[in-house]
Nanobody, 125 residues
Framework: QVQLVESGGGLVQAGGSLRLSCAAS????????MAWFRQAPGTERELVAA????????FYADSVKGRFAISRDRGANMLYLQMNNLKPEDTAVYSCASSSKEFGIVTMPQKYDSWGQGTQVTVSS
């Protein structure tokens, strides 16, 4: 099992930036495809960005393209999400996820088997 812990959330004004981090521990050799999801109150969880096990490929939701960037440092067992030009509609709890079976880009949340507790991001207008 892989344990995931997010950090870096907070309150920021619209147009500002935040960098989220996700630290993996435990069976990290089984951490392949990874992603960031978010969930706002009263809404379903949605995929924000995903990367493959090497970190050379990525996928972004249309709503964040050009503003967010996902990256990973396999040596340090870290996943990052750089968020620029934040908007109030980006307000949500952001969670990282890891798959022990999938190597490529994975967009379906049910394909991930390890999840962090989440970090709150609040963007004020």
């Amino acid at each position: 099992q892989v344990q995931l812990v997010e950090s870096g959330g907070g309150l920021v004004q619209a147009g500002g930036s935040l960098r989220l981090s996700c630290a993996a521990s435990g069976r990290t050799e089984r951490s392949f495809a990874m992603a960031w999801f978010r969930q706002a109150p009263g809404t379903e969880r949605e995929l924000v960005a995903a990367t493959n096990w090497i970190g050379g490929s990525s996928f972004y939701a249309d709503s964040v393209k050009g503003r967010f960037a996902i990256s990973r440092d396999r040596g340090a067992n870290m996943l990052y999400l750089q968020m620029n030009n934040l908007k109030p509609e980006d307000t949500a709890v952001y969670s990282c996820a890891s798959s022990s079976k999938e190597f490529g880009i994975v967009t379906m949340p049910q394909k991930y088997d390890s999840w962090g507790q989440g970090t709150q991001v609040t963007v004020s207008s």
